[in-house]
T-cell receptor, first 112, second 115 residues
Framework: EAQVTQNPRYLITVTGKKLTVTCSQN?????MSWYRQDPGLGLRQIYY???????DKGDVPEGYKVSRKEKRNFPLILESPSPNQTSLYFC???????????FGSGTRLTVV | GESVGLHLPTLSVQEGDNSIINCAYS??????FIWYKQESGKGPQFIID?????DKRQGQRVTVLLNKTVKHLSLQIAATQPGDSAVYFC??????????????FGQGTILTVHP
């Protein structure tokens, strides 16, 4: 079954404690991206990757890092989380940049 | 369920009615458009897409209309069912430009279908 898998689904953490949200896809998609979703602000792109070892900033990259060492995985790293990073995060993938995304189920992150 | 938006436009319809959800997009260079459906607690789900060389595209029970002159997109759902209740987002992409596949999402519309 084609899918985008995010883990964890829910996470509560404290300010400053490094965390990683994982994203894995089994569709051999080149393009992967991270979005955050906030009430009143909609879905905003954090980072994207067009292929292995190719990543770039989206609209709201501050406070986040990503890596793309393998095609199937695209982890989102928060080196020092802050309360303003409390949000609903989605990983999304596409065959190439000219197609729509398939989204994961989301990660609800709360930073206290 | 998780709230995806505050003060979003809302549309309430009766089961069996047709629904029309509208979206104004911002970038005249956008050449690819998608409608997504998001149910409570889930990620956005692809419904239908359309490229800028088309005005209309039909799927199963859904039709997307594109008016490039006024930068307007609409989603028509025929014979709306309670399972169609969700938040609907339009998204635009300049796939051939320098946006590198970034989808820019609208704020969304809440559709509620009453049995």
């Amino acid at each position: 079954e084609a899918q985008v898998t995010q883990n964890p689904r829910y996470l509560i953490t404290v300010t400053g404690k490094k965390l990683t949200v994982t994203c894995s896809q089994n569709m051999n998609h080149e393009y992967m991206s991270w979005y955050r979703q906030d009430p009143g602000l909609g879905l905003r792109q954090i980072y994207y990757s067009m292929n292995v070892e190719v990543t770039d900033k989206g609209d709201v990259p501050e406070g986040y890092k990503v890596s793309r060492k393998e095609k199937r995985n695209f982890p989102l790293i928060l080196e020092s989380p802050s309360p303003n990073q409390t949000s609903l995060y989605f990983c999304a993938t596409a065959p190439t940049r000219a197609y729509g995304y398939t989204f994961g189920s989301g990660t609800r992150l709360t930073v206290v | 369920g998780e709230s995806v938006g505050l003060h979003l436009p809302t549309l309430s319809v009766q089961e069996g009615d047709n629904s029309i959800i509208n979206c104004a997009y911002s970038n005249s260079a956008s050449d690819y458009f998608i409608w997504y459906k998001q149910e409570s607690g889930k990620g956005p789900q692809f419904i239908i897409d359309i490229r800028s060389n088309m005005d209309k595209r039909q799927g199963q029970r859904v039709t997307v209309l594109l008016n490039k002159t006024v930068k307007h997109l609409s989603l028509q759902i025929a014979a709306t069912q309670p399972g169609d209740s969700a938040v609907y987002f339009c998204a635009e992409n300049n796939a051939g430009g320098t946006s590198y596949g970034k989808l820019t999402f609208g704020q969304g519309t809440i559709l509620t279908v009453h049995p």
